[in-house]
T-cell receptor
């Protein structure tokens, strides 16, 4: 079974630029998560989707971050405009059904904002 | 608000040693606790998942215990090997509501096993 796919793996941008990350979950997984992991810290949940609906986005900085999951499969996370403090690894995870299932993580996208 | 703390932040041991990683959480109302491994530049790999009703889980050389009432979990690694070198993260999941799937992570323990 293929794992969670993410692209790009690395991205370097200047502050105030825009950037987008893409995630393809494991086939058949209804729940998708985006996490932000700052160097030296554990991941922090940004947003959780159940199919194409948002379950939890309480920690998403909505003034600059947006995410969508059209058709309940792939998802994109966008930052516009980026700030220096957005430098982090952005991890995508998926689980089969509800939030109680084990989460499987992708390799992440490492973002550097200069 | 749930907070998860892992001690120690870093650990360096010689090959073959048995070791214990600690995880504590402030709110004992959890659904389950999960231990992950993260290699440099990689995503997270799930190692063990303990439901709130369980006391421990074992997989190979790994054993994780859970004492929900005291807000503690330990990950025991037997006969450590250089390939065990990685960052180990624990995460807890709340019991329900809109934050059902929301994992709260500790900051991780960086483990180095030297030959």
């Amino acid at each position: 079974e293929a794992g969670v796919a993410q692209s790009p793996r690395y991205k370097i941008i200047e502050k105030r630029q825009s950037v987008a990350f893409w995630c393809n979950p494991i086939s058949g997984h209804a729940t998708l998560y985006w996490y932000q992991q700052i160097l030296g810290q554990g991941p922090k949940l940004l947003i959780q989707f159940q199919n194409n609906g948002v379950v939890d986005d309480s920690q998403l900085p909505k003034d600059r971050f947006s995410a969508e999951r059209l058709k309940g499969v792939d998802s994109t996370l966008k930052i516009q405009p980026a700030k220096l403090e957005d430098s982090a690894v952005y991890l995508c995870a998926s689980s089969f059904t509800s939030g109680s299932d084990e989460q499987f993580f992708g390799p992440g996208t490492r973002l550097t904002v200069l | 608000k749930q907070e998860v703390t892992q001690i120690p932040a870093a650990l360096s041991v010689p090959e073959g040693e048995n070791l214990v990683l600690n995880c504590s959480f402030t709110d004992s109302a959890i659904y389950n606790l999960q231990w992950f491994r993260q290699d440099p530049g990689k995503g997270l790999t799930s190692l063990l998942l303990i439901q709130s009703s369980q006391r421990e889980q074992t997989s190979g050389r790994l054993n994780a215990s859970l004492d929900k009432s005291s807000g503690r979990s330990t990950l025991y690694i037997a006969a450590s090997q250089p390939g065990d070198s990685a960052t180990y993260l624990c995460a807890v999941r709340p019991p329900g509501g809109t934050s059902y799937g929301k994992l709260t992570f500790g900051q991780g323990t960086i483990l180095t096993v030297h030959p």
